[in-house]
């Protein structure tokens, strides 16, 4: 891992506490308590954590591309917690507090969606579907609506408001963005945190681990579904969406 | 079964083929193409149709309590499809394009929810949780938000938002009422269907089989549950509900 102090910003931040280790990232207090410092891991899971391997370099490709794209949704205006890399998998990020609600956006059918509703993969979604799960390892990850949302007082009508229109943003940010690389954006999941002061923003990473990205051209998966179906090493389709974001990025 | 001729508002009525037979009711055609023949079986299902049972005077009682609460709701000014009783197990109908949507209220936490989100049951949910199901017997009516429900074509936003504010008045009729005779309604499922004309009403049956009701007194069931959970005869609930109403309504 690296040093454990860096200048960021003309401040001074030292690691210090693991807050969290989830599946893919460690989560650590820094001596700003508004900041936190995140590794990302070269863990692979897959069923909720019940597949699991490690694939060296996995971490840093995700940080890159993470990096990437809140770089580019900060320069076409979106507020979220990202604020500077500090190593190949290092970042520090606006410490939120997670409203435990994934938010997935679906243009494709695939997935879960799929085999839940008995159509066919690869189906246009139009309009696109929005959906919330409650994040919770014990539970599975339950699929939930609004009216249960509010009711279990994971947020406010309005809350929700906000979120999906963050979301909706997103979306059309990254859907044009990947479109430009050739990429079909299938479906990816967000997640966004409240400020100290309450204000919602974008939180969480933006990687091939949360999204199903399908090379126009070949048809090919260059997500983590290539490890869920056992279809190779995940890494060269990782390493492909991260050049060809760099490409249109630079 | 009973004659299959009625005079019914000055018009003959003859009932012709079964057009579908579900888990609890008889659909049959008659002369009269708005209008379907609807026969209460006594055949009671759960885990949706895997566990099967017959109680003898169980679609009468269902029948009787659903005429009870649709000519309250009519009363109140609300729009159905039920048009009269013409015997104890039997009704006539107006007959619609069923929205293959199960909409289901809670206001206590029971069954489903309970297991789903991990919390305990018979907690008081504030405000009221709505939840659309896809009726489908082969992918055992998955759990569906609105997202998904206009994108999949079952309604468009504007169908949902019409039957979320029948739902609603139902709702609040539903619960005065049973207020009113010591019972508390958990949770309900109800459905729609579009008359030839496109108008949206409330179709299908009000009864025990689709609802949760626990006398204030006792705490005890009086609707399938008993049935789900081998607690007994659920016809002495269903009796009971049937009687509380009889008293209420006259
Ligand atoms: N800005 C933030 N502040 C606090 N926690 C965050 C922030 N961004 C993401 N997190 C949380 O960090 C945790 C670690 O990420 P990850 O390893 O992906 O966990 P998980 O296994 O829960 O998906 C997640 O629970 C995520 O919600
Ligand atoms: N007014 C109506 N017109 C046409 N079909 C209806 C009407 N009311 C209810 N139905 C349908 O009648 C079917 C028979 O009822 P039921 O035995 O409860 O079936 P299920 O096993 O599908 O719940 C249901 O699929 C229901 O949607
Ligand atoms: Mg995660
Ligand atoms: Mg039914």
Redesign the pocket.
Known sequence: MIENTVEFDGQQLTRGDLLYE????QVFATNDPAIIWMHYMDQVTALNGKVKEEYSGKGELNSNISNLLFTYLSNQGLQHHWLGSISATDELVKKVDIIPLEVVTRHYTAGHFVSRFGVEPMQKLSPRVQELYYKSDELDDPFMNDSQAVSLRFASEADLKTVYGLADRVNELLVALFNKVDITLLDYKLEFGRLADGQIILA??LSPD?MRLVDQKTGKSLDKDVFRQKQGDLRVGYQDVLARLQGALK
């Open positions: 989830g599946k893919a990232k969480d990473e949360n």
